[in-house]
């Protein structure tokens, strides 16, 4: 099995609702748990950004559900790559919300206060992800 990892960024639509986070987040850990992807999402009021991780085929057949929700819009593919190892193997699908210590966390990777995803390059989403993880519960 190829494991891969898949990043992408996107902006939220006003068909997302921040109380659909825990829907979601139930059924993409659930979903996910049974085909071995894991990963974590952040987004805030504007923006988003996800990795997910696994098989080829079980993250290709994931993303192309994810691009097509019409929840986010400007799906973005920053990073696809074979990886030796996953990032984010202790959550089926981690969450990160937006609060004062991951806005302190994003300032490092942006030139302005203003959290914008399409801004990063596919080696600073990773990092990124990784700090930000740093505050997401352990599932």
């Known amino acids: 099995m190829t494991l891969v990892r898949l990043i992408y960024v996107s902006t939220i639509t006003e068909k997302f609702s921040g109380v659909e986070i825990e829907k979601i987040l139930t059924k993409s850990q659930n979903n996910n748990k049974k ?3 894991s990963g974590v999402l952040f987004f805030n009021r504007n923006n988003a950004i996800q990795c997910i991780e696994g098989s080829a085929e079980a ?4 993303y192309v559900k994810v691009a097509q929700d019409d929840r986010h ?3 973005t593919l920053i990073d696809y790559r ?4 996953r990032e984010f193997a202790q959550w089926a699908m981690g969450y990160v919300a937006e609060t004062a210590k991951t806005k302190e966390i994003l300032q490092p990777f942006f030139t302005t206060e203003q959290f914008n995803s399409y801004e990063l390059s596919s ?3 990773v990092h990124l992800l990784c700090a930000l993880a740093q505050q997401a519960p352990i599932e």
Do not use: G, P, Y
Request: aromatic content about 0%; some cysteine; overall charge positive.
């Open 35 to 37: 085909k071995h992807i």
């Open 59 to 62: 993250v290709n057949e994931l």
């Open 73 to 75: 819009r400007a799906v």
């Open 82 to 85: 074979t990886v030796c190892k």
């Open 123 to 125: 080696d600073s989403a």
